[in-house]
């Protein structure tokens, strides 16, 4: 997106900074010039992803645990403290077990439900009262996922959370929007980042290569995305090349929702063709 002559910056908070996706996303907005305030329990990596910035002044690390609500107030005072706005939130931060409902414990669901769900939730109503008081017509986006259509049976919470992240966007775009704050929510496929590679079988060996090409399989363009390419989705919601678009979800994932089956069933009936 060209920057115009009367271009600011924007303040943009970001969880689920100091990798994959959500490191993307924050090397985005650095990249255009916007103030990131980047937010994580990663202490180390966070630091890691400010410095590769490289923007000094431009950049605000926010360290601790989304679970907990008085960090989430912290978040939004120490961004409106170092730059008086917020323009933008993106929910991406995350975590979860690989585990069916039989098993899963009730600490296991709770924390999920907390990190994915109920953070997410609170920490836009802060910004979003905030967004207000000052007449900030700002975008909030949640990331949610594309498992909250396609369920696998193997991370109940998980699913439950994503599933909820969208319901929870159409009620706030219609709460705020006649304020002039869109809310919309992302729906990746599969991604390379590291939450992709910890699948293990009933051994414990490591069965994530085994089953991303299972699900590239699957997928028309035949890939998996890159964390950049999600971030190029969630950076165009909040241009205002999208200032009519609220209320509703983008999906990202290479053609795996509305593809029928795998390529290699394709193939042993349409060879030539597939």
């Given at each position: 997106m060209k920057k115009s002559d009367s271009?600011?910056?924007?303040?943009?908070?970001?969880?689920g900074a100091s990798r994959g996706i959500g490191k993307a996303m924050a090397e985005k907005y650095a990249g255009n010039g916007d103030f990131v305030a980047l937010v994580a329990d990663q202490k180390e990596e966070l630091e890691e992803t400010a410095v590769l910035l490289k923007e000094g002044e431009n950049c605000l690390v926010l360290h601790g645990d989304l679970a907990d609500g008085d960090f989430l107030k912290q978040v939004v005072?120490?961004?409106?403290?170092?730059?008086?706005?917020?323009?933008?939130?993106?929910?991406?931060?995350?975590?979860?077990?690989?585990?069916?409902?039989?098993?899963?414990?009730?600490?296991?669901?709770?924390?999920t439900l907390k990190i994915c769900l109920t953070a997410p939730?609170?920490?836009?109503?802060?910004?979003?009262?905030?967004?207000?008081?000052?007449?900030?017509?700002?975008?909030?986006?949640h990331v949610s996922s594309i498992m909250a259509d396609?369920?696998?049976?193997?991370?109940?919470?998980?699913?439950?959370?994503?599933?909820?992240?969208?319901?929870?966007?159409?009620?706030?775009a219609a709460l705020y929007g006649p304020s002039g704050i869109r809310v919309t929510a992302i729906?990746?496929?599969?991604?390379?980042?590291?939450?992709?590679?910890?699948?293990?079988?009933?051994?414990?060996?490591?069965?994530?290569?085994?089953?991303?090409?299972?699900?590239?399989?699957?997928?028309?363009?035949?890939?998996?995305?890159?964390p950049e390419e999600i971030a190029n989705g969630v950076f165009w919601l909040s241009s205002e090349e999208a200032a009519f678009v609220t209320g509703t979800s983008l999906v990202i994932d290479g053609g795996f929702t509305h593809n029928f089956s795998s390529y290699k069933n394709k193939h042993s009936q349409f060879p030539k063709e597939f």
């Open positions: 271009f600011s910056p924007r303040v943009i908070i970001i969880t005072e120490n961004t409106l403290a170092k730059w008086g706005r917020i323009d933008v939130l993106v929910n991406n931060a995350a975590w979860r077990t690989l585990e069916t409902l039989r098993t899963i414990s009730l600490e296991n669901w709770e924390k939730v609170f920490l836009s109503k802060l910004v979003a009262a905030n967004m207000e008081k000052n007449g900030i017509k700002g975008v909030i986006i396609r369920a696998g049976g193997t991370s109940p919470a998980y699913v439950a959370s994503k599933g909820a992240l969208l319901s929870i966007t159409y009620e706030m729906c990746p496929g599969n991604v390379h980042t590291t939450m992709s590679q910890d699948f293990t079988d009933s051994k414990g060996e490591n069965i994530s290569s085994d089953l991303v090409r299972d699900m590239e399989n699957l997928t028309p363009l035949q890939r998996s995305a890159t």
